[in-house]
């Protein structure tokens, strides 16, 4: 069974830390790009980052850019997102995703096959 498990999720004070995990399971996370979405209670689905499959380009929203980091240990099957000064605004469920074009890697929700069951962030005092 093809499945992506998030963790890491929590509750933490503006200015905090948080480091998300997704591990795959029933194939090999590095056959496809990855990404992180993440979706705030009331707002549509929106890309956070992406990595393609050797972990050499990684790219992000510019909600994001600078304090949040990609990256993947294809050994352990499993990517990884890590969220510095985290902001009230980044409170949201965050979702990983896998899969499509092996040769593209984007930040359209259309272009992924295989999604997570999303893990719960959220930043307040």
């Known amino acids: 069974q093809l499945q992506l498990v998030e963790s890491g999720g929590g509750l933490v004070q503006p200015g905090g830390s948080l480091r998300l995990s997704c591990t795959a399971s029933?194939?090999?996370?590095?056959?496809?790009?990855n990404a992180w979405f993440r979706q705030a209670p009331g707002r549509e689905r929106e890309g956070v980052s992406y990595?393609?499959?050797?972990?050499?380009?990684?790219n992000y929203s510019s909600s994001v850019k600078g304090r949040f980091t990609i990256s993947r240990d294809n050994a352990k099957n499993t990517v990884y997102l890590q969220m510095n000064s985290l902001k009230p605004e980044d409170t949201a469920v965050y979702y990983c995703?896998?899969?499509?074009?092996?040769?593209?890697?984007?930040?359209?929700?259309?272009?992924?096959?295989?999604w997570g069951q999303g893990t719960q962030v959220t930043v307040s005092s």
């Open positions: 990595s393609t499959r050797s972990g050499r380009t990684t």
């Open positions: 029933g194939f090999t996370l590095d056959s496809y790009p």
């Open positions: 995703a896998a899969g499509g074009n092996p040769s593209i890697a984007t930040l359209r929700q259309t272009d992924y096959s295989y």
